[in-house]
């Protein structure tokens, strides 16, 4: 069965600094896709960054990029320059791909972001 | 503005009472989700919908119905089988089904909902 492992309940940063929030996948999949989301104290799911299986380069959205490493099966987030708004939980999922054409997404239990000023 | 609009925001509900969730979406995307997130925990898929008039259960859909007889509407019927329906309820949506490029998922405010 598909897995996605996030190991560190909740990490704390200084402001202006980089972060790394860690990901782990498990997949029998040849072709999957990777997602990071934000989930702020109101609840909503923001999406941040997506990483195709078979993307060649690592995807970059602005301050947030993706340290892809597919023979560790490792899909870990980078923060650049924190900032007080980037405290938040962070949730990694994978797209699991299901018969019909269906697919959905499978979610790590998360980490809590905290940046400190 | 194109988005996803879940009503209510809180909802309390007493034991043995079915209660209805609200999604409605105009971003007109095919596909829609919904997930259960308990406290200090990720998200797991209910139901989702990838075209009108049909649906497929989720990884925890026992309790659980939905419908889908609009594109921009997937309402969510917690039903009084659900032994523990108190938790944070969010509804998504996405272009269309498949595998192919981001195709992310794009999610509602949600719904508290809290059983008395």
């Known amino acids: 069965a598909q897995k996605i492992t996030q190991t560190q309940p909740g990490m704390f940063v200084q402001e202006k600094e980089a972060v790394t929030l860690d990901c782990t996948y498990d997949t029998s999949d040849p072709s999957y896709g990777l997602f990071w989301y934000k989930q702020p104290s109101s609840g909503e799911m923001i999406f941040l960054i997506y990483?195709?299986?078979?993307?060649?380069q690592n995807a970059t959205e602005g301050r947030y990029s993706l340290n892809f490493q597919k023979a560790r099966k490792s899909a870990n987030l980078v923060i650049s320059a924190s900032q007080l708004g980037d405290s938040a939980m962070y949730f990694c999922?994978?797209?699991?791909?299901?018969?019909?054409?269906?697919?959905?997404?499978?979610f790590g239990a998360g980490t809590r972001l905290a940046v400190h000023p | 503005d194109g988005g996803i609009t879940q009503s209510p925001k809180y909802l309390f509900r007493k034991e043995g009472q079915n209660v209805t969730l609200s999604c409605e979406q105009n971003?007109?995307?095919?596909?829609m989700y919904w997930y259960r997130q308990d406290p200090g925990q990720g998200l797991r898929l209910i139901y989702y919908?990838?075209?009108?008039?049909?649906?497929q259960k989720g990884d925890i859909a026992e309790g659980y119905s939905v419908s889908r007889e609009k594109k921009e509407s997937f309402p969510l019927t917690v039903t009084s089988a659900q032994k523990n329906p108190t938790a944070f309820y969010l509804c998504?949506?996405?272009?269309?089904?498949?595998?192919?490029?981001?195709?992310?998922?794009?999610f509602g405010p949600g719904t508290r909902l809290t059983v008395l």
């Open positions: 999922a994978m797209r699991e791909l299901l018969s019909g054409g269906y697919n959905k997404l499978i």
């Open positions: 919908s990838q075209i009108v008039n049909d649906f």
């Open positions: 990483q195709g299986s078979y993307d060649q």
């Open positions: 998504a949506s996405s272009i269309g089904s498949g595998g192919e490029g981001s195709n992310e998922q794009f």
């Open positions: 971003l007109n995307h095919d596909a």
